[in-house]
């Protein structure tokens, strides 16, 4: 395969080159895969790197609050039998963390790309993408990220100021509604959305949203769900052009859903049903989600939760009740400092099993589920959470204890069971 940075302007190649020894160094010293801060030190270089990256691709840019990793992967995985594809798949979302992925790719490759929900227009604008993929907006981090309000007025912004091809967006969602009807075209995907804490304000008129069945509307102004194109059935995704069983090996409705906005972003860039489907159901886990491993010698799945929202999914995934199961709650930069998001999350769905509450936070989670009637202990560390939980009467031998985890908790047990950033 054809180097991509052959075709690139000599600055470029300098930037990706200085990138690549940046980077090696950085993993050279242990400081993790290095790519991120080799992406920075092209980009001091360079700083329209991503321009040149891109000049001349298929692009594709993924959003959201909660499951743009998880898609960008699946859109990957869908595109791949049909074309070269690069992606930033290990969820570095940020220009650093895209240059350091584009660097090496073939010049006709695909670009997925994750983007973090307060990048997407000078992503975008960087990039101008043919194809934008808009999950869902939610409260995330209340102490580090805007109003949701405000990131769905940016993500309006600049798909006026660079329209793509295509939008493909969450006609449940009204505020990502909102942001993308003013796209030119738009693919709208039903997903049954039922998590609609962060959409009671309509965003256009800040009167009232009324969810009614599977619709809703705005009761002041003509803000109102769109007529999608594709509906999120238990185990296929309903079309205009038929419909499309799906037997995915990643679990629960979540991941049927981010499978529809895979398959939609796979029809609009002309790849087949097959070779779409055969790639969706091939992905097992996702950047260690979902991950069945070993963990201090323990039988464990890793699961990634960190905020109301990405919890109302999880809480769906985890194993039956009342399989015992382990919460990990941290709060540094990363997770944001404020936990007082964990008051929004729905705990009392835990009632009918035993929870241990670990991670940095794990008191104030404590004092959650004590409120939740939720029976439960604390454990300083994994180990222990895991020794707990393994030693309760409703845990089966041999199954994997469920770990939950909010972000930085998670990368800590996923670097323990091997996996790197
Ligand atoms: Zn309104």
Request: net charge neutral; aromatic share 4%; glycine share 8%.
């Given at each position: 395969?054809?180097?991509?940075?052959?075709?690139?302007?000599?600055?470029?190649?300098?930037?990706?080159?200085?990138?690549?020894?940046?980077?090696?160094?950085?993993?050279?010293?242990h400081l993790g895969s290095g790519s991120v801060i080799g992406g920075r030190a092209a980009l001091v270089v360079n700083p329209q790197l991503l321009r040149d990256l891109t000049a001349g691709r298929?692009?594709?840019?993924?959003?959201?609050?909660?499951?743009?990793?998880?898609?960008?992967?699946?859109?990957?995985?869908?595109?791949?039998?049909?074309?070269?594809?690069?992606?930033?798949?290990?969820?570095?979302?940020?220009?650093?963390?895209?240059?350091?992925?584009?660097?090496?790719?073939?010049?006709?490759?695909?670009?997925?790309?994750?983007?973090?929900?307060?990048?997407?227009?000078?992503?975008?604008?960087?990039?101008?993408?043919?194809?934008?993929?808009?999950?869902?907006?939610?409260?995330?981090?209340?102490?580090?990220?805007?109003?949701?309000?405000?990131?769905?007025?940016?993500?309006?912004?600049?798909?006026?100021?660079?329209?793509?091809?295509?939008?493909?967006?969450?006609?449940?969602?009204?505020?990502?509604?909102?942001?993308?009807?003013?796209?030119?075209?738009?693919?709208?995907?039903?997903?049954?959305?039922?998590?609609?804490?962060?959409?009671?304000?309509?965003?256009?008129?800040?009167?009232?949203?009324?969810?009614?069945?599977?619709?809703?509307?705005?009761?002041?102004?003509?803000?109102?769900?769109?007529?999608?194109?594709?509906?999120?059935?238990?185990?296929?995704?309903?079309?205009?052009?038929?419909?499309?069983?799906?037997?995915?090996?990643?679990?629960?409705?979540?991941?049927?859903?981010?499978?529809?906005?895979?398959?939609?972003?796979?029809?609009?860039?002309?790849?087949?049903?097959?070779?779409?489907?055969?790639?969706?159901?091939?992905?097992?886990?996702?950047?260690?989600?979902?991950?069945?491993?070993?963990?201090?010698?323990?039988?464990?799945?890793?699961?990634?939760?960190?905020?109301?929202?990405?919890?109302?999914?999880?809480?769906?995934?985890?194993?039956?009740?009342?399989?015992?199961?382990?919460?990990?709650?941290?709060?540094?930069?990363?997770?944001?400092?404020?936990?007082?998001?964990?008051?929004?999350?729905?705990?009392?769905?835990?009632?009918?099993?035993?929870?241990?509450?670990?991670?940095?936070?794990?008191?104030?989670?404590?004092?959650?589920?004590?409120?939740?009637?939720?029976?439960?202990?604390?454990?300083?560390?994994?180990?222990?959470?895991?020794?707990?939980?393994?030693?309760?009467?409703?845990?089966?031998?041999?199954?994997?204890?469920?770990?939950?985890?909010?972000?930085?908790?998670?990368?800590?047990?996923?670097?323990?069971?091997?996996?790197?950033?």
């Amino acid at each position: 395969m054809p180097s991509r940075s052959t075709s690139l302007p000599i600055r470029s190649r300098l930037a990706v080159g200085v990138g690549r020894l940046v980077a090696a160094s950085s993993k050279a010293v242990h400081l993790g895969s290095g790519s991120v801060i080799g992406g920075r030190a092209a980009l001091v270089v360079n700083p329209q790197l991503l321009r040149d990256l891109t000049a001349g691709r298929d692009v594709v840019i993924v959003s959201a609050t909660n499951g743009k990793t998880t898609t960008t992967r699946l859109i990957a995985a869908a595109l791949a039998g049909d074309r070269a594809v690069v992606s930033n798949s290990m969820g570095a979302n940020m220009t650093a963390g895209i240059v350091a992925a584009l660097g090496g790719a073939a010049a006709n490759a695909t670009a997925v790309l994750e983007v973090d929900e307060r990048w997407v227009a000078g992503v975008l604008r960087a990039t101008s993408a043919g194809t934008v993929v808009l999950l869902n907006l939610s409260r995330d981090q209340l102490d580090r990220t805007q109003e949701v309000r405000k990131l769905a007025e940016a993500w309006r912004t600049c798909l006026t100021a660079t329209p793509p091809t295509t939008v493909i967006a969450n006609a449940d969602d009204p505020l990502v509604v909102w942001a993308a009807q003013v796209a030119p075209h738009v693919i709208w995907v039903a997903t049954g959305q039922d998590w609609r804490a962060d959409a009671a304000g309509c965003p256009q008129c800040a009167g009232r949203i009324s969810f009614t069945g599977a619709t809703w509307r705005c009761t002041d102004c003509e803000l109102a769900r769109p007529e999608p194109a594709m509906s999120v059935e238990d185990s296929a995704i309903a079309t205009d052009a038929g419909r499309v069983p799906l037997s995915m090996r990643l679990p629960g409705r979540v991941n049927i859903v981010n499978a529809a906005f895979a398959l939609a972003t796979a029809r609009s860039l002309a790849v087949p049903d097959d070779i779409a489907v055969a790639g969706l159901q091939s992905v097992e886990e996702v950047a260690g989600r979902y991950r069945v491993t070993s963990l201090a010698g323990r039988p464990v799945r890793l699961l990634l939760a960190k905020n109301p929202a990405g919890w109302h999914e999880a809480i769906e995934l985890l194993a039956d009740p009342p399989a015992p199961v382990v919460v990990s709650i941290n709060a540094r930069i990363a997770d944001g400092h404020d936990p007082s998001w964990l008051w929004d999350v729905d705990f009392e769905r835990l009632r009918s099993r035993f929870v241990v509450a670990t991670g940095e936070r794990r008191h104030d989670l404590a004092v959650r589920l004590r409120y939740a009637d939720v029976e439960h202990v604390t454990a300083d560390t994994i180990d222990e959470a895991l020794r707990v939980a393994m030693g309760r009467p409703a845990y089966i031998a041999g199954r994997p204890v469920d770990i939950a985890a909010n972000y930085t908790a998670f990368q800590e047990y996923f670097e323990r069971v091997g996996g790197s950033q």
